[in-house]
């Protein structure tokens, strides 16, 4: 499976930005998929997942509650609404896919899309 991930660019802190990531391959609606970022000197950092129905999410403590992962099986896409965004948000972000649901270790995912950049300003 391939991963693009898209919607990443500059937005002011308390706005909104949705990233998209569109899967190419038929295993898409049975893998997990998450979000993961990195900040400039630091490492990689699990934001959010979703399990293969949608049915049920995973969040990060410092974006919960602020960003929603959600998906369309359909269209072969996972996304991530980011609302009220804050400076420390500001990171490349990757989608992931995989087969264990429920963890944030990066290892747990097998194929991961390019990245995306977000930056939130003050």
């Known amino acids: 499976v391939q991963l693009q991930a898209s919607g990443g660019g500059l937005v002011q802190a308390g706005g909104s930005l949705r990233l998209s990531c569109a899967a190419s391959?038929?295993?898409?609606?049975?893998?997990?998929m998450g979000w993961f970022r990195r900040a400039p000197g630091k490492e990689r950092e699990f934001v959010a997942a979703?399990?293969?129905?949608?049915?049920?999410?995973y969040y990060a403590d410092s974006v919960k509650g602020r960003f929603t992962i959600s998906r369309d099986n359909a269209k072969n896409t996972v996304y991530l609404q980011m609302n009220s965004p804050k400076p420390e948000d500001t990171a490349v972000y990757y989608c992931?896919?995989?087969?264990?649901?429920?963890?944030?270790?990066?290892?747990?995912?097998?194929?991961w899309g390019q990245g995306t950049q977000v930056t939130v300003s003050s």
């Open positions: 979703i399990s293969s129905s949608g049915g049920t999410t």
């Open positions: 391959g038929r295993t898409f609606s049975r893998d997990v």
């Open positions: 992931a896919g995989g087969l264990i649901y429920g963890t944030s270790r990066p290892s747990e995912y097998t194929y």
